[in-house]
Structure formats: C-alpha cells, structure tokens
C-alpha cells in the first residue's frame, strides 16, 4: 500500500512531489506493485502460470499423499505394506520391484475407491463451508466467484482506508490549525489591545476611587468644622465644667451620706432596733390612713 502525504508536505516539497506524482501515476499500482510494460506482464503472467501449475501438482501430491496415509486403516494387510513401501520409495527417490509394482496396480482400483469416498468427504465439507446450496462438484467455480469477491472487498477496503488516511490528515490539520488559533486569541487575551485596555481600565477606575476617597475625606472635614463652629465650642466647655461641678458635688454627698451612715452604725444594735421599730410604726401608720380613706373618713 502506497502511503499518504499530507498535501502540505507536497506543496512544500515540489521535487518531492513530481516523483510522487510519478511513482503513483506511472510506476506503482495502489497496492504498491509494479506497472510493468506488456513484454514483462505477458512474462511475469507465463511465470505466474507455470508456478501455478506446480504449486497445483504439489497440492494434488501432498492431498493424495495424506489420504493414503488416512486410507492405510481401510486396506488388506497386503496392500497397506504395499502402500507404506511405495510412500517410502516417493520420499526416497527409490523404485518398486516389479512384482510390488504389479500388486500396487492391482490394488488401486480399491485405492481409488477410498481416495474417492474421502476426498468426496473433504469437498463436502468444503462444499459445506462455502454454503448449504454449493454442490462439491461445483466447488471451484464456487471458490473462483469467491475469490473474485475478495479481490473486489479488498480494492474496496484498500479505497476506505485511503479515504480514512486523507480524513485523518485533514483532521490533524485542523487540530493543528485549531490549537495554534487557541494559543494566539490567549496570547491576544493575555497580552494584546483587549488586555491592555481592560489595563488602563482599571487603573482610571483605581484613580477615580482613590479621588472619590479624598473628596469624601474633604467633605467629613467640612461637616465637623460646620457642627464644631465657635459657639458650639464655647457651649460645650460651659456644659463640660458644668457636669465637671456636679460631678464633685455627687462625689461630697456621697462622702458625706457615708459618713452619717458610719456615724449611725457606731450606736449599735439598740440603735437598728429602734430604727426597724420606727419603720414599723411608719408603715402600720400608712395602712391605718388607707383603711380610714376607704371607710370614708379622712386622715
């Protein structure tokens, strides 16, 4: 089989492909075989049907030859020794004696007979292989249809797969082609005017915040010197010493309550009885008013 260039590596070999063209076209057949002239296919055919013929003569001998050896169970004792003797005297080169000569000849009419019923077998069985409607005395017609049929199947097979090789070029061509767009649109993503933009984008952005951020800062500076003018100041430090004032008046009473409150504790425990006791009268005098107010009376 001839194989493929890629019509790529023809364009860029011009000599390359005259010769290809020419070995192709003029020289060679699809399957590779050579176009001879009509003088050396008319002898190249005579040598095909000499080889022919003794591959067929070899064939016949060594089927023979096999079922003999197959039919030796079948014959008399006589005949089989026979038969041994002459098989041996083939692979030899050696010559029967005239009286086995004799008795072989008189022997194969029965010879014949099991050849016949085996190889009638072995066409059967072929017969059988090639179809259930081949009959074995029409065996080699069959074969030869079949074999045209090969021939046929294997021109169209060998078409295939030539178109298969020129759909696979073409393929890898366009994966090719497919991976070397690929890279250049990420280099172009990565490194061309669309990424540059987006670039510069992003820094006019980054500027812009970065103003928005100062402008912001400005304006919470304008608000607090708006809120904290002079009056609001001065207001804030009058009331700041205000509750600076309060806070130690708070801080005197609290000495002061806790100092009573020592002063009380240092009477003793007459003294908390004494109190309770008040505390109690206080309040059996303020539920003594409610009942009044509530029979009518005043208090």
Not at 93 to 104: I, Q, S, T
């Amino acid at each position: 089989m001839i194989p493929i260039f890629p019509e790529e590596i023809l364009l860029k070999n011009p000599q390359f492909k005259t010769v290809f063209q020419d070995l192709t076209t003029n020289k060679l057949n699809h399957d590779a075989s050579t176009k001879l002239s009509n003088e050396g296919a008319k002898e190249h055919q005579d040598v095909d049907k000499r080889l022919m013929v003794l591959r067929e003569d070899l064939a016949k001998n060594k089927i023979i030859r096999q079922r003999l050896t197959h039919t030796l169970d079948e014959l008399p004792a006589d005949l089989k020794e026979v038969v041994d003797l002459y098989l041996s005297t083939q692979d030899s080169g050696a010559v029967l004696r005239k009286d086995d000569e004799a008795f072989f000849l008189e022997g194969l009419p029965l010879l014949c007979k099991s050849l016949n019923k085996i190889l009638l077998e072995d066409a059967t069985d072929l017969a059988n292989m090639c179809g259930e409607d081949v009959n074995p005395f029409a065996l080699p017609s069959a074969i030869a249809d079949r074999l045209a049929s090969l021939h046929t199947h294997r021109e169209t097979l060998h078409s295939l797969r030539s178109q298969s090789l020129r759909r696979s070029t073409a393929l890898a061509d366009l994966h090719r082609l497919l991976l070397s767009t690929t890279i250049q649109l990420i280099e172009r993503q990565k490194h061309g005017i669309p990424s540059r933009a987006a670039k510069a984008q992003a820094r006019h952005l980054a500027l812009v915040a970065d103003s928005l951020d100062g402008k912001l800062r400005i304006m919470h500076l304008e608000a607090l010197e708006r809120t904290y003018d002079p009056d609001t100041n001065a207001t804030l430090a009058f009331y700041k010493e205000h509750l600076e004032d309060a806070k130690t008046r708070l801080r005197r009473r609290a000495a002061r309550a806790e100092g009573e409150l020592s002063e009380y504790e240092g009477f003793g425990e007459q003294m908390k009885r004494d109190v309770e006791r008040y505390a109690a009268l206080l309040e059996e005098l303020d539920r003594t008013k409610a009942d009044i107010r509530r029979l009518g009376g005043d208090a």
